[in-house]
C-alpha cells in the first residue's frame, strides 16, 4: 500500500552539463558554461533515489521510477548518459523492478542524427522518453531556436525527430514548445503542426516572464479553440495528449467549474530534488541554474536537507498572491514558475503583476468549449457559421 507521502511521488532531475550547442532567445539559462556533472555524483545520488522509493516508502516494485535529464543539450554527453542508463539497469535488477526504469531528456533533437547517439537509442529504446524543443512551424522555431552563428534550427531538429520516431515508441516522444508575444500569432498553426510532424503528445506554452492580459484572452481563446478543433475533425481528440487542453489529470469531461488555487502550481522544492554541481541539491533545475539556493547536498550516499526554511518559503509562495488571485475561481488553474519571482528580483511585486490571467482565462475557456463540444457531441456555431467564443 502506498504511504500518504508517496501519493506525492517525488520528480528526480540530475542536471547533466551547463553547455549547449544552440543559443536560444528567451532561454532562461542566462550563463552556459562548459561544466558537466561528475558520473560518481549521478551514482551515488540514483542510488539514494531507489533506495529512498522502494526501501523508506515502500513503492510498489511494479510501479517504475523515472529520473529527469536536463542540461543545456544532454546529448553532448552520450558518454555519461549512457553511466547514468546502465547504473538504472542495475538498480532496476537489484530491486527487482517489474516496470523498468524510464528515463526522461529533455533535447533540441540536433544532435540525433550523430550515429553514436543513434546507437545509444537503439541501445535503450525501451527507456526513454525524449522531450523535444521543438516551436511548431519552422518559421516560428528559427525566429527563436537559433545556435550560436544565428542559423535556424528546425531542419535539424525534425531530422533528429525523424531518427528518434523510427527507434522509440511513439508515445515515448513528446514535443515541448514554448511561445511569446511575437509568435503568439501563429500559436494554433505552430501546434496543429506539431500533431502533423507525428507527436502523441503536446505541451505548448507561453513563457512567464511576459504578461497576458485579461484583455488577450479573446484571442488567446480563439488560438486553442482552433486546435481543440483540429483534434476533433482529425479524430485524434482521445489519441493523443495535449498538456494545455487536456492536462493528465484532467480531462475535459470532468473540468470543474471552480477551481480556487490551494498550492503552488509546481512542485519545485517541496516535491522535487534535483542533482546539480558539486553534489549540491536543488528543488529543481532553473534553481540550479539560476543560482538558488540549493536545499541540500548529496554526502554519504544520503541527500540530507540543510535548507528547510526555504523549501517552507517556496512551498507557501501562492500565499503571497494578491487577494483577487485566491478569489478567483479559476486560480487553480493558473500555471507559474516559481523562479520568476525570484529572478524578477521581488517576489510580492512579480505575483501582483498576474503575468498568466490572460493565458488562464484562455485555457479555462478553451477547455470548457472542448468539454461542451464532447458532451453534445456539436460544435458551437451562430447562424453564419462561426463559431462562438466561449468565454
Not at 178 to 207: C, E, P
Request: hydrophobic content about 35%; charged content about 20%; glycine content about 4%.
Amino acid at each position: 500500500m502506498l504511504t500518504s507521502e508517496s501519493r506525492y511521488p517525488m520528480t528526480y532531475e540530475i542536471l547533466t552539463n551547463l553547455d549547449c550547442n544552440l543559443n536560444c532567445t528567451y532561454c532562461y539559462e542566462h550563463n552556459k558554461q562548459s561544466k558537466v556533472i561528475d558520473i560518481e555524483s549521478c551514482k551515488t545520488f540514483l542510488n539514494w533515489v531507489y533506495s529512498y522509493e522502494y526501501d523508506v516508502i515502500k513503492r510498489p516494485k511494479n510501479i517504475r521510477t523515472t529520473i529527469n535529464l536536463i542540461g543545456g543539450e544532454s546529448f553532448l554527453h552520450t558518454d555519461l548518459l549512457d553511466q547514468i542508463f546502465s547504473t538504472c539497469l542495475e538498480l532496476d535488477s537489484k530491486y527487482n523492478i517489474k516496470d523498468p526504469f524510464k528515463i526522461l531528456i529533455s533535447t533540441n533533437g540536433t544532435l540525433l542524427t550523430d550515429p553514436k547517439n543513434i546507437n545509444f537509442l537503439k541501445k535503450y529504446k525501451d527507456h526513454f522518453l525524449l522531450g523535444f524543443s521543438i516551436d511548431g512551424t519552422k518559421e516560428i522555431h528559427d525566429s527563436a531556436r537559433v545556435d550560436y552563428n544565428g542559423n535556424g534550427s528546425y531542419d535539424r531538429a525534425v531530422a533528429g525527430l525523424r531518427i528518434a520516431q523510427s527507434i522509440l515508441p511513439e508515445y515515448s516522444i513528446m514535443a515541448k514548445a514554448t511561445f511569446t508575444h511575437n509568435t503568439i500569432r501563429m500559436y494554433s498553426d505552430s501546434v496543429i503542426n506539431l500533431f502533423k510532424l507525428g507527436f502523441k503528445r503536446v505541451a505548448a506554452n507561453v513563457v512567464f516572464t511576459e504578461i497576458w492580459t485579461p484583455e488577450e484572452a479573446p484571442f488567446l481563446t480563439e488560438q486553442l479553440v482552433s486546435v481543440a478543433n483540429y483534434l476533433l475533425e482529425h479524430d485524434l481528440i482521445y489519441k493523443v495528449e495535449y498538456f494545455q487542453l487536456m492536462p493528465k489529470r484532467l480531462r475535459a469531461s470532468n473540468l470543474s467549474e471552480a477551481n480556487y488555487i490551494s498550492c503552488n502550481y509546481c512542485g519545485s522544492c517541496k516535491h522535487m530534488r534535483l542533482l546539480g554541481m558539486n553534489n549540491k541539491i536543488y528543488g529543481c533545475h532553473r534553481m540550479a541554474t539560476a543560482n538558488l539556493p540549493s536545499i541540500g547536498i548529496l554526502k554519504d550516499s544520503n541527500v540530507i536537507i540543510t535548507n528547510q526554511d526555504f523549501i517552507d518559503e517556496v512551498s507557501t509562495q501562492y500565499t503571497k498572491l494578491p487577494n483577487e488571485c485566491k478569489s478567483c475561481d479559476i486560480s487553480g488553474y493558473c500555471p507559474s514558475c516559481i523562479v520568476e519571482a525570484y529572478e524578477f528580483g521581488d517576489v510580492d511585486k512579480f505575483l501582483n503583476q498576474k503575468t498568466q490571467c490572460g493565458w488562464t482565462i484562455a485555457l479555462v475557456a478553451a477547455r470548457k468549449y472542448l468539454k461542451m463540444v464532447l458532451e453534445n457531441n456539436t460544435k458551437f456555431v451562430d447562424e453564419n457559421g462561426k463559431e462562438i467564443q466561449v468565454l
